[in-house]
């Protein structure tokens, strides 16, 4: 268990900062960027949930937010050696599952969705394109050093199911809002 006694000890005052192996790392680092994203994905998911969500949706969410620790806690341990915490295809079928399910009963779709509808449905919308800045960040810092495959999975289905999440609970307040190209041009 982590017991922290004093928040602040003054170490990234200059610009750096501890890695989960105690290597020191520049705070513009790859490595740092990106699970500084996963960090604020997670921050975006906890404004989703505090929008009052359904108990089974944010029940889900709570274990995705516990997740969300364990991917940055792999991303903050350069390697991908299993001697640290790490993301594991299981999180990945456990997401998977979660997206089935709730989108089964959605309706296919006909149009590509705005990020819009219901207060809860945009905030669902805000954590999905938060998630992919966060996958986006684990993408570059895996072109130049070695990251445990399963967490980049991981946040790539996290967007999905945020996704089918958001239109989920935008069918309880009148459907998805859908693209219409081109619907404000005049001819």
Known sequence: MVRLTRIYTGGGDSGDTHLGDMSRRRKTDARVAAYGDVDEANSAIGVARAQGLEP??????????NDMFDVGADLSVPGTGSDRL??????VERLEA???EANDPLPPLESFVLPAGSPEGAA???????TRRAERAVVVLADAEAVNEAALVYLNRLSDLLFVLARQVNQRGGGDVL???GADRST
């Open 124 to 130: 669902l919308h805000v954590a999905r394109s938060v």
């Open 98 to 100: 979660w997206i089935d």
């Open 56 to 65: 089974q949706v944010d029940a889900w969410l709570a274990q995705v937010q």
């Open 86 to 91: 790490r993301v594991t295809p299981a999180h």
């Open 179 to 181: 693209w219409e190209p």
